[in-house]
């Protein structure tokens, strides 16, 4: 069956380098894409970036000039990175398959930032 | 960006009792392959988001048919028949057609 599993540090320092991996399982990397979404603590939902099955990227205006998806399809991984990470940074990232639109999702990494 | 607005931000209802939750996109969601990206997600409470409804009325499987999601163009609505216990949540929606993808703000459906 299909899923996804986020890992990573849960605690950062302000101006650090986040780097998250989700692990997939049930489906092809080359055949899916996989999108990034984080939900700060008690707030909404919002898109960060997706991979696509090619291994081109899209990315939030919001959050481009700091972060970077890529993957390693023989290790079924989609990896996140996040550089000058400031406290509004923390909240929950969760990855889903993207193209079917979100239909599966991981269970979550809370991050926070703080000093 | 596609600006989701989400209505009402909560709802307290009783078991049984029906309740439609509106989402109001600032542009067509119609894309270029004719489809319109519109999902309904529920994140149940300590939950990662669950998608219910995708292309604006097609259940996931193992959705109950008490789910239905309708509208077009920049209108949708999801209806939920006969409320029970396990619905409590936040819904979200969700559009796919424009990037970036954006979501509605949530509402959050509580029992009575």
């Known amino acids: 069956q299909v899923q996804l599993e986020e890992s990573g540090p849960g605690l950062m320092q302000p101006s650090e380098t986040l780097s998250l991996t989700c692990t997939v399982s049930?489906?092809?990397?080359?055949?899916?894409?996989v999108g990034w979404v984080r939900q700060p603590l008690g707030k909404g939902l919002v898109w960060m970036g997706t991979i696509w099955a090619g291994g081109s990227t899209n990315y939030n205006s919001a959050v481009q000039s700091r972060l970077s998806i890529s993957r390693d399809t023989s290790k079924s991984q989609v990896f996140l990175k996040m550089n000058s990470l400031q406290p509004e940074d923390t909240g929950t990232y969760y990855c889903?398959?993207?193209?079917?639109?979100?239909?599966?999702w991981g269970q979550g990494v809370m991050v926070t930032v703080s000093s | 960006d596609v600006v989701m607005t989400q209505t009402p931000p909560s709802l307290s209802v009783a078991i049984g009792q029906s309740v439609s939750i509106s989402c109001k996109s600032s542009q067509s969601l119609v894309a270029s392959d004719k489809n319109t990206y519109l999902n309904w997600l529920l994140q149940s409470p300590g939950r990662s988001p669950k998608r219910l409804i995708y292309q604006v009325s097609k259940l996931d499987s193992g959705v109950p048919d008490r789910f239905s999601g309708s509208g077009s163009e920049k209108d949708f609505t999801l209806k939920i028949s006969r409320v029970e216990a396990e619905d409590l949540g936040v819904y979200y929606c969700?559009?796919?057609?424009?990037?970036?993808?954006?979501f509605g703000s949530g509402t959050k459906l509580e029992i009575k």
């Open positions: 969700l559009q796919g057609t424009h990037l970036p993808l954006t």
């Open positions: 889903a398959r993207h193209g079917p639109l979100f239909d599966y």
């Open positions: 049930g489906f092809s990397l080359t055949s899916n894409g």
